[in-house]
């Protein structure tokens, strides 16, 4: 059983768009309660365009889940600018490198996406990307291009050309 709820007591507003870690920018669409054990449980019901993916999370557990509010321009800005700037060198081992960066993804800021892109598009032009590599290089770009398109509002198509002419001033 499901009931519209109304938005007193949540982080989130009905249409706000919100970034679900590794999944991408999604946009609430209801907040609505669920009888779970004979409580009222308040869900969000959030769409994500990417995936073309509806999913339901309790509000309490949002903010464990890393939902957060799309960056303001400035950070948005910020992780453009981290693209094209000087980085460490990073783990020969790829199985190492992966382990790291993937604890990055999961953290699911803007900045820790434009670090994972960075580095392994730098260490993609030394050596060809495993494939589990290759897959993580690939979301994180789609999550960068995804949030900053819409914190700067700008199309994904024009967002992934000034990140790969960051990437590529190096």
Do not use: C
């Not at 938005?7 to 249409?15: G, W």
């Amino acid at each position: 059983m499901l009931t519209v709820m109304s938005e007193q007591s949540t982080t989130f507003r009905v249409d706000q768009e919100v970034v679900y870690p590794s999944q991408g920018v999604g946009k609430i669409l209801s907040m609505v309660e669920k009888k779970f054990k004979d409580r009222a449980v308040p869900y969000y019901v959030i769409y994500l365009e990417v995936s073309d993916m509806t999913v339901m999370v309790p509000v309490g557990k949002a903010e464990e889940l890393g939902i957060r509010a799309i960056v303001p321009k400035a950070e948005a800005l910020r992780a453009l600018e981290l693209i094209s700037e000087d980085y460490e060198p990073i783990p020969s081992d790829w199985k190492l490198r992966y382990q790291m960066n993937l604890d990055l993804l999961k953290k699911g800021s803007v900045i820790d996406i434009a670090t994972i892109v960075r580095s392994l598009y730098h260490r993609s032009k030394v050596k060809e990307l495993p494939i589990l590599e290759r897959k993580l290089y690939d979301s994180a770009l789609k999550l960068l291009e995804d949030e900053v398109s819409f914190s700067l509002d700008k199309t994904k198509d024009e967002v992934e050309a000034l990140i790969f002419a960051r990437l590529e001033a190096k």
